[in-house]
């Protein structure tokens, strides 16, 4: 992951779920992730309303130059990705796996910022299919960001990551079976899967 914030949400949540594959909703302490709340959100696993906005830092607000509260998530995309933004959604309840997505940011004068958004699984009072947890920022931060906001945004990759090691359904049942949780770095840099297509991408698999 290049992002800080990503980096950084996706530490805060593998540590937080323990042995469990995603954690409570309500064990999420915004102390816990300060330094980059307002790159933070959280979706509603509502994928016929496009995965709305519960809520949204400050800084992703900023990034498109109007609050995202209720605004479906996949209209932040263009046509093309759309598919493939709600396809991955899915699968990251589904199998209770983590997205990591690469972006291009589009200002109405043409200006360019390539961003990173990683999506994670939360339960939510026992559910498992209740909402997503994500991050959205900039891999370096241009002087223009936040002042010319982002109006267009484009996929240019996709990467799952299995951080139980494996692909498997996302239910109770399973987590308790679940071993210990493995480092950070033995997540990032695991070995590759077999690809598998979603949307428009081939996607290679990121196990251990």
């Known amino acids: 992951m290049k992002a800080i914030a990503t980096r950084e949400l996706f530490a805060y949540w593998n540590e937080l779920r323990g042995a469990r594959a995603a954690p409570e909703r309500a064990d ?3 102390g816990g992730i300060r330094s980059i709340l307002s790159d933070t959100f959280i979706l509603d696993m509502a994928p016929e309303r496009g995965f709305p906005f ?15 509260k209720d605004e479906p998530f996949a209209d932040l995309w263009t ?6 933004i709600l396809d991955t959604a899915q699968n990251v309840a589904d199998d209770a796996a983590a997205a990591v997505i ?3 940011g589009w200002t ?3 200006r360019r ?8 699984p939360l339960r939510h009072r026992g559910r498992t299919h209740a909402r997503l947890l994500g991050a959205l920022a ?4 241009p002087h223009w960001l936040g002042a010319c906001p982002i109006t267009r945004i484009e996929m240019t990759s996709l990467r799952m990551i299995w951080p139980t090691g494996r692909r498997r359904a996302f239910a109770p049942s399973q987590d308790r079976a679940q071993p210990a949780t493995p480092p950070l770095h033995a997540l990032v840099a695991g070995a590759l899967c077999a690809a598998r297509r979603i949307g428009r991408f081939l996607v290679l698999d990121g196990g251990r």
């Open 138 to 141: 900039p891999v370096e931060t």
């Open 28 to 30: 999420i302490d915004p």
């Open 79 to 84: 046509e093309p990705d759309r598919r493939t």
């Open 54 to 68: 519960r809520l949204a830092g400050s800084r992703v607000c900023d990034l498109v130059g109007h609050e995202l």
């Open 113 to 120: 910022v390539d961003l990173e958004l990683c999506i994670l």
């Open 102 to 104: 690469g972006a291009a």
């Open 108 to 110: 109405d004068l043409a």
